[in-house]
């Protein structure tokens, strides 16, 4: 066990994108934020020390943090948030991820610029699964506003409407050189004819997902999410808000003069109204050992709104499920839950003029049509003192209120409204749960990255149109499925997963689209507590085979 420890200090810093100067919230004054770098199996200390002007938490996004949600981070979920002046020092257990991960702000639009990667390398005395690459990078894709982030949220808020989108999609931190002003800071990634390199991506956006690819070079996905894959080739990535995608590049240049190729981003908009017209964000990639920097060639990426080519993409990602990296898939299932996801409308009080959102109500989201509130009081805390009830009902439905045509091309608009709630699920220990998150298309739809806390899940099925629990499981992947923390639900579709509840603690599920959990889409697991009934038959196993001594 490798202890390491990172001071972090939450400060305002200025910086100038798109030709202006802005303060923005960093770690330690840097954008992105410093990386985490760990070994399967390291507990790592990080110490926050508030010294901006506003509540702060910080997330381990993609870390099981096996029975110590204290310092999983969610913003009266799991604690009440870092005041300006405090510290809280978090520890992140690293127990069965191995690959990337990130971490970031869990409070409010904060991890717009509060976020860095995270990356898990093999134990000591282990290896990749795959030939060691010469070099990695991290590539965080974000997303910029000109205005401050906590504007654009109160603005948005306060008069109902949807938020303003974005100015820039960004590589890095950096527009990219298509952006005003942006031609000099483009993010620049130096490779050598010849050699591999580990590209760490990493979708830290707040409201899209993106395409990514290299002009004339393919890349191999190796992990996703923090657990390995089985290696596949492709021309483009498709990766969600929250997902990370760990793939091998390797540089091969054509020809003699060919030194520079356009790495190039571009977000998948099922819903094109809240996309920037100017949405490319570029890097380049720059052979140091040839001879003159020409002109770069652009690689070839899915349209804005190819939600096929998205699919297409996910549906090649397997679990290694080798001997080492086993996946181990639950065949039976205790608690069967459906769960809508949807943007909605809540009617506006009389007080809330001016009131800007759909049919004149406000914008709202929900799952199974429960809008979630905050509370006041952070549940888990509630939950340690045994009074969950103080701050949350523990009724959460195991399906939806209303049973309709989810996917149809014109629901009628009443179909919209949603209702507010802090509703919460408890989950026995060891009980094994499959969601199905039922996409709709109220309100025209949207696809949405669907994330949980405390577990990584299988993604047992996917399909399109609604979900049909007698013929769909007979098709379901329990075999290879991937595993993941971070999932994407379609708008005209749906997507099952299933997971051990083995970690006792409070666990927020949302979807990771930061204005979708603003307006309420999301809920919270509460696992109780509980002895692992498999450590037990691990023990025996061991013993027969003669390694006691070893433990
Ligand atoms: Cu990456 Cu709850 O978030
Ligand atoms: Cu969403």
């Known amino acids: 066990l490798t202890h390491r420890s990172y001071n972090f200090f939450i400060k305002e810093s200025n910086i ?63 604690q009440c948030p870092i005041q300006p002046g405090n510290n809280f020092t978090y520890r992140i257990i690293f127990s069965e991820e191995e690959g990337t991960l990130w971490w970031h702000a869990h409070t409010a639009m904060d991890r717009a610029t509060v976020h860095g990667a995270i990356i898990i390398r093999p134990r000591h005395g282990t290896a990749y699964p795959f030939k060691k690459p010469h070099k990695e990078i991290p590539i965080i894709l974000g997303e910029w506003w000109n205005d401050d982030v906590g504007k654009v949220m109160a603005d948005a808020l306060s008069t109902g409407s949807d938020f303003q989108p974005s100015d820039a999609n960004t590589i890095n931190g950096q527009p990219g050189d298509l952006l005003p002003c942006s031609n000099d800071s483009t993010f620049r990634l130096p490779v050598k004819h010849g ?14 997902g993106f395409f990514f690819a290299i002009a004339g070079h393919c890349l191999t ?51 094109p109204a809240a996309v920037l017209d100017n949405s490319t964000a570029t890097a380049v990639l720059e052979y140091i050992d040839a001879p003159s920097a020409n002109r770069a060639n652009f690689p070839t990426l899915p349209s804005i709104n ?47 003029a001016p009131c800007k959102g759909p049919h004149g109500n406000r914008f709202a989201s929900s799952l199974n049509n429960i809008s979630f509130e905050a509370p006041h009081r952070d549940i888990l805390g509630a939950y340690y003192r045994s009074v969950v009830g103080d701050v949350a009902k523990t009724d959460f439905p195991d399906n939806p209120p209303l049973s309709f045509n989810f996917t149809a091309d014109n629901l009628p608009p009443e179909i919209a409204l949603t209702a507010r709630g802090t509703r919460v699920k408890f989950l026995a220990y060891g009980t094994v749960v499959e969601v199905v998150f039922q996409g709709t298309t109220i309100l025209g739809g949207d696809s949405h990255p669907m994330h949980l806390h405390g577990f990584s899940f299988y993604v047992v099925g996917r399909g399109i149109g609604n979900f049909d629990r007698h013929h769909d499981p007979a098709k379901y992947n329990l075999v290879d499925p991937p595993y993941q923390n971070t999932v994407s639900v379609a708008k005209n579709g749906w997507t099952a997963i299933r997971f051990r509840a083995v970690n006792p603690g409070v666990w927020f599920m949302h979807c990771h689209f930061e204005r979708h959990m603003i307006w309420g889409m999301e809920t919270v697991f509460i696992v109780k507590n509980g002895k692992r009934r498999d ?7 061991v013993t027969k085979i003669g390694y006691l001594r070893k433990i």
């Not at 297409?312 to 290694?320: C, D, E, F, M, P």
């Open 16 to 78: 100038t994108r798109l030709c202006r100067e802005k303060t923005i919230l960093t770690v330690n004054g840097q954008f992105p934020g410093p990386a985490i770098y760990a070994r399967r199996g390291d507990v790592v200390v990080v110490n926050v020390y508030n010294q901006g002007h506003t509540n702060i938490t910080l997330h381990w996004h993609g870390v099981n943090q096996p029975r110590s949600p204290w310092w999983d981070g969610p913003e009266y979920i799991t």
């Open 195 to 208: 050699e591999t390199y580990m590209l760490r991506i990493i979708n830290a956006a707040l409201t899209n």
């Open 221 to 271: 996905v190796v992990s996703s999410d923090g657990s390995y894959t089985k290696p596949f080739t492709t021309d483009y990535i498709f990766i969600e808000s929250g997902q990370t995608m760990t793939v091998l590049l390797k540089a091969r240049r054509r020809g003699h003069s060919n030194a520079r190729y356009y790495v190039a981003v571009r977000p998948l908009a099922t819903n």
């Open 306 to 352: 190819d939600s096929s080519a998205a699919a297409a993409y996910t549906a090649q990602l397997r679990s290694l499920a080798s001997k080492e990296h086993p996946a181990n898939v639950p065949r039976r299932v205790d608690e069967h839950m459906l769960v809508t996801v949807a943007v909605n409308e809540i009617s506006c009080a009389p007080n809330e």
């Open 535 to 541: 450590a037990k038959f691990l023990f025996v196993g």
